[in-house]
């Protein structure tokens, strides 16, 4: 079972149901054409024996959990030549339940904000001569869901266990606990700052007229219950991770692919669909315990669309020595003071050689006869499939 017959079995049930944003309808027609006729095919043909074989389209659509597999390993990639010979830190910074009705109100605004506090956070506090004193780097990525497809924004951050000194003669290595692990910062410490900053953004944003409430968050319009809101929000500990990760290459890769990229649901989490409703696996985290959920299929839906994001978003971003306008710069600063030898970093490559890449397969030499070179052939609408 796919995700695309689940949406387009019940998508009209859907629809009479809830209304649609424009991006959500767009993922609903991309992900429902996807490797089907409407998107055109392709034929592989072999020069030498003649073989034929034709596939479907597939529509790329960054929500389409068929489509994410090319993207994130790309992504992968193109990651190795920012990777530095140190371990890493996993920090995620979560938001509170409360704003959840808002944020899926105010999705841009909101998540915008979000990047902006969380990244502040962790620059300043790693400037700050009393955690680490350097100029720190690091990868964040939004994810905006929970196990059971519930909205939970929270960031991801994969941050390099050290940082540049400020007049960039040398690497600041992290702190050592007593157990010989690092230690970048108290997460206590990083929740609260996070926090402050966060409020400080969103409560400016509100002043501004940037925020909408309404429906359920429309008594936030008072001023008085907004001010109490606020102070609800000041007194709760916001949940904050900072742990250790992998140290290596292939080990930082694989712990990166698994919030690169990701949509709200994998298709091998989906378990079935019989009699209107969807039965998927998730993990419940009270318990470590992995369960089933069978839900009506709108149901399902809807949770999964609570997680498309606005259009143009970017749900990866870069900062400190590892952001873009960096990296020809200080990252390659800290490779040198590292000593960390540059290697050939790979060039743009086709998703034939993407494929040899992951799988150790090739897909240039025609699988009936061994010899021959595979030739593709596009079209712009699908010829009828044998």
């Known amino acids: 079972m796919d995700l695309?017959?689940?949406?387009?079995?019940?998508?009209?049930?859907?629809?009479?149901?809830?209304?649609?944003?424009?991006?959500a309808l767009k993922v609903i027609n991309a992900l429902t054409k996807c490797r089907t006729s409407e998107l055109g095919a392709h034929m592989d043909r072999c020069g030498t024996c003649g073989w034929e074989r034709e596939y479907y389209n597939s529509c790329r659509n960054r929500h389409c959990p068929k489509c994410g597999s090319s993207a994130r390993e790309k992504w992968l990639l193109s990651r190795k030549r920012d990777l530095l010979p140190v371990m890493y830190f996993h920090v995620v910074l979560t938001l509170p339940d409360e704003l959840n009705p808002l944020v899926?109100?105010?999705?841009?605004?909101?998540?915008?904000?979000?990047?902006?506090?969380?990244?502040?956070?962790?620059?300043?506090?790693?400037?700050?001569?009393?955690?680490?004193?350097?100029?720190?780097?690091?990868?964040?990525?939004?994810?905006?869901?929970g196990q059971n497809l519930l909205d939970h924004p929270h960031l991801h951050c994969i941050v390099p266990c050290g940082g540049l000194s400020e007049d960039g003669k040398r690497w600041i290595h992290a702190k050592r606990k007593r157990n010989g692990?690092?230690?970048?910062?108290?997460?206590?410490?990083?929740?609260?700052?996070?926090?402050?900053?966060?409020?400080?953004?969103?409560?400016?944003?509100?002043?501004?007229?940037?925020?909408r409430?309404?429906?359920?968050?429309?008594?936030?319009?008072?001023?008085?219950?907004?001010?109490?809101?606020?102070?609800?929000?000041?007194?709760?500990?916001?949940?904050?991770?900072?742990?250790?990760?992998?140290?290596?290459?292939?080990?930082?890769?694989?712990?990166l692919g698994r919030y690169a990229y990701r949509v709200a649901i994998s298709e091998n989490r989906i378990i079935s669909m019989e009699n209107g409703k969807v039965t998927f696996s998730w993990k419940d985290y009270r318990d470590g315990q992995r369960k089933q959920m069978p839900l009506d299929a709108v149901e399902f839906i809807r949770r999964f669309l609570l997680h498309v994001l606005p259009e143009g978003f970017f749900r990866i971003r870069y900062y400190g020595i590892l952001s873009s306008r960096n990296a020809k710069t200080k990252l390659r600063l800290c490779r040198e003071l590292l000593k960390y030898l540059e290697f050939d970093f790979d060039r743009p490559i086709d998703w034939r050689m993407l494929f040899f890449k992951v799988t150790g397969r090739t897909l240039r030499l025609c699988s009936e006869c061994g010899m021959g070179i595979i030739v593709t052939v596009l079209w712009n609408h699908s010829p009828p499939m044998k």
């Open 4 to 23: 695309a017959e689940i949406i387009r079995t019940h998508a009209d049930a859907y629809q009479k149901a809830y209304p649609l944003s424009f991006e």
């Open 104 to 145: 899926l109100q105010n999705k841009r605004e909101i998540y915008a904000i979000l990047f902006r506090a969380g990244s502040e956070t962790l620059l300043d506090l790693g400037r700050d001569p009393r955690h680490l004193g350097g100029q720190i780097g690091f990868i964040a990525m939004l994810h905006t869901w």
């Open 181 to 211: 692990q690092s230690f970048f910062v108290h997460v206590d410490v990083i929740s609260d700052l996070f926090k402050k900053k966060f409020l400080a953004y969103f409560r400016e944003s509100c002043r501004l007229g940037r925020i």
């Open 213 to 255: 409430f309404c429906g359920k968050t429309e008594h936030l319009l008072s001023k008085k219950i907004l001010a109490s809101f606020f102070r609800m929000l000041y007194k709760r500990k916001w949940v904050t991770y900072c742990k250790e990760a992998l140290q290596g290459s292939d080990k930082v890769m694989d712990y």
